[in-house]
């Protein structure tokens, strides 16, 4: 069955009506190094968001870099989900789940099962598309991805990680959460040992200095773009956790559903759910950081989180602990209650696993230099 698309060396995509890929489901885009396209079975319903994947040739084997280059076009689908006028969604979560998958997941503020709420992929009988209507045109989100992506494996050309050095350092002190075990002049690594949201480990690599969304981009494509930049390197220093403690079981998120600021204005956020619906590309374009005031600016912040569950599956509650209490949620209370906090003996492996300059000593190994020199 053919894969729907006719990519030449420019990055043009011939739409045919055949869409559907057997194994790689509606492409979006191809070309040499990547292909983004949606699972030909999505994780979730596309009521709750379109579940965008990035895939390059040997996936799973692939080096750390590698896999970073496929989670920088992921950022690419957020900014394409969460900003353009074309999709439901508002917002994005992106991840790296187990086996290197690289995904993005829309939210979409009208369905209750998804909006202000982490993306739920344990258990879901989502059954298999060959279009995405009546909730997505398929063909003119492709035209539109196609010329998207394109763009944006060219940003690459100017990312270089750790252009500086790592220059990471072991430390221990303590934050509100739990110990900081590791740091360099632009992050920090935090045990959430207090309140982690799983039954297992969980991590969470904080930028000294906020970035308000993930996928941001500035308006000179042709220069470097250090939010993206800056993601990336967070992830790199996730990946190296969850390398070191766990051999790359678990997952790594980076959501930020929880923001009060994502409520509708009803509720005290900064959203007019009407307006979305009404004219959703302009509700979405005054909150973006490059355009917001301060009466419209969403608080909220790029943290790359590393779950490393005790068992087979991510599985985090729907809000804060102290949302839940504010609502009532008694069920979600008690979810977070049967959490323990992580105990002395863990706090000690940890520091064992990533001290001594081991997460440094990664970072140098694999992840430092120009995104897209990966054969190098």
């Not at 319903?45 to 996936?59: A, F, H, T, W």
């Not at 003119?140 to 940003?155: M, V, Y």
Request: charged residues 25%; contains cysteine; aromatic residues 8%.
């Amino acid at each position: 069955m053919s894969d729907g698309t006719a990519i030449s060396p420019e990055g043009d995509l011939g739409i045919k009506k055949d869409v559907l890929q057997k194994k790689e489901g509606i492409t979006l885009y191809k070309s040499n190094e990547f292909n983004v396209f949606i699972p030909p079975k999505p994780k979730i319903p596309l009521n709750e968001g379109l579940n965008i994947q990035v895939s390059s040739k040997q996936d799973a084997l692939d080096s750390p870099k590698e896999v970073l280059g496929r989670y920088s076009m992921a950022l690419g689908a957020a900014n394409l989900i969460a900003e353009s006028g074309i999709t439901q969604d508002v917002w994005a979560n992106t991840r790296v789940e187990e086996g290197q998958v690289v995904s993005a997941y829309g939210r979409v503020p009208e369905t209750e099962s998804s909006w202000r709420k982490p993306v739920s992929t344990v258990n879901r009988d989502v059954s298999e598309k060959d279009g995405l209507e009546p909730y997505y045109d398929t063909k003119e989100l492709q035209k539109i991805s196609n010329r998207w992506f394109f763009t944006c494996e060219k940003l690459t050309d100017n990312i270089q990680l750790f252009k500086n050095g790592v220059n990471g350092k072991d430390v221990d002190y303590s934050s509100r959460e739990g110990p900081i075990v590791w740091e360099n002049d632009q992050f920090t690594v935090e045990i959430i040992a207090k309140a982690p949201h799983i039954k297992g480990l969980h991590l969470v690599v904080h930028p000294k200095e906020s970035i308000k969304r993930q996928w941001q981009i500035v308006d000179n494509w042709q220069s470097e773009q250090p939010y993206l930049q800056k993601t990336l390197e967070a992830t790199a220093i996730a990946m190296g956790i969850q390398t070191l403690l766990a051999q790359g079981k678990g997952e790594i998120h980076n959501s930020g559903n929880w923001a009060p600021d994502l409520k509708s204005r009803e509720e005290g956020g900064k959203l007019n759910f009407q307006k979305l619906s009404e004219y959703r590309n302009w509700e979405k374009r005054i909150h973006r950081p490059d355009f917001a005031t301060s009466k419209t600016q969403i608080r909220t912040g790029m943290h790359a989180h590393v779950y490393i569950p005790e068992n087979d599956s991510v599985i985090l509650p729907e809000m804060s602990k102290a949302e839940a209490v504010e609502r009532g949620r008694g069920d979600i209370v008690r979810q977070w209650e049967s959490i323990p906090p992580t105990s002395e003996e863990g706090l000690k492996e940890i520091k064992t696993k990533l001290g001594e300059g081991k997460l440094t000593t990664w970072l140098e190994n694999n992840c430092v230099g120009k995104l897209n020199n990966i054969k190098s």
